[in-house]
């Protein structure tokens, strides 16, 4: 395996912060990916959130073998969002990427996405999506979002993100580490990429676009154990509060750069539609709640009712009729 040996006195090129927690059965492909990759100035913060199976063992067998990963470990169980921004604290890099301990990466890909951010003058380069069932052989699966190479501006990478023709998620960019800041995921809540990708895209100049070949970054979908898809299978009203929460954020970020842009109402109204009908059942026992979406779906229908198909007004009639009689 070669690579250049990151020393403690020098500073890589890039830190790739990977957070850990019962991940043992997926984290030694993410990592062999990881320590794969043609392109070799990076470290690895590998930030261990007190698992409860092997994972530890897993990456400590790895980190004997490989000078650039280091373990962080966590004294208590804090999130996810918490372990990223413990690897930020570590990061000696100028440029900084996120990678999830249960994915997987193409060979070329930080290569890719280190010479297009290098060379293209910009703050971000957000990357194309490959996804691949969990408990399978990989059939991959191309995620929708970037479909070609291109550079934009903050305003058109606001309204790509809005739709999601860009990917929300930390993993599928990579930035400037001083481009960050002060900026920090929110800790403790479910969705903390919604907002704290908005804020950090507000910031941006420039961003570049890059689809690559036959497979973008490798994304495992729907892996059980996992706190989104325990969510996403069984709904509660933490995972309710969060989404409500960092989808408001997402819109009140992007209103204060866009204003009262068409494309921004229209996804606010598909987003209260969106949590009226999956929370339909959890909000009969949420008045409170209930009452304060049907408001912001009134507000927010009457401002795109005229850009509604008809399959979309008949469909915002059937869940009020069905469901919420307003």
């Known amino acids: 395996m070669g690579y250049k040996n990151v020393m403690a006195n020098s500073k890589p090129l890039l830190s790739v912060i990977v957070p850990i927690y019962n991940v043992q059965d997926y984290v030694a ?102 996804n691949f069932a969990w408990d399978t052989e990989p059939e991959w699966q191309q995620a929708t979002t970037v479909t070609a190479q291109e550079v934009i501006d903050r305003d058109e990478l606001l309204q790509r993100l809005l739709p999601y023709k860009i990917e929300t998620t930390a993993w599928s960019y990579i930035t400037r580490r001083k481009f960050i800041g002060d900026l920090r995921f929110s800790a403790g809540r479910l969705y ?91 909000l009969k026992d949420m008045p409170e709640e209930r009452t304060a979406l049907l408001a912001k779906l009134r507000w927010s229908y009457r401002k795109v009712e005229t850009s509604l198909s008809l399959r979309d007004r008949l469909a915002c009639r059937w869940l009020k009729l069905r469901y919420f009689q307003f």
């Open 29 to 130: 492909a993410a990592l062999q990916s990881l320590l794969e990759q043609s392109f070799t100035d990076f470290e690895a913060i590998l930030v261990e959130d007190q698992s409860s199976d092997e994972s530890l063992v897993v990456v400590q067998r790895f980190a004997q073998q490989d000078p650039r990963l280091r373990i962080v470990q966590h004294e208590t169980n804090q999130g996810l969002a918490a372990a990223r921004n413990t690897g930020l604290e570590h990061a000696r890099g100028e440029y900084i990427y996120y990678f999830d301990s249960d994915d997987l990466l193409p060979h070329d890909f930080l290569q890719h996405m280190m010479t297009a951010i290098c060379q293209a003058d910009v703050d971000i380069v957000c990357s194309n999506t490959s």
């Open 192 to 282: 903390e990429d919604e907002d704290y990708t908005a804020q950090l895209f507000t910031q941006a100049r420039r961003a570049c676009l890059l689809h690559m070949a036959p497979l973008g970054y490798c994304h495992r979908v729907d892996r059980p154990g996992s706190i989104i898809y325990q969510n996403r299978k069984g709904k509660t009203v933490q995972g309710f509060r969060d989404l409500q929460y960092m989808l408001e954020r997402k819109y009140q970020i992007c209103h204060a750069v866009l204003g009262d842009d068409q494309q921004l109402v229209m996804w606010y109204y598909r987003l209260v539609y969106r949590l009226l009908k999956e929370y339909r059942w959890l």
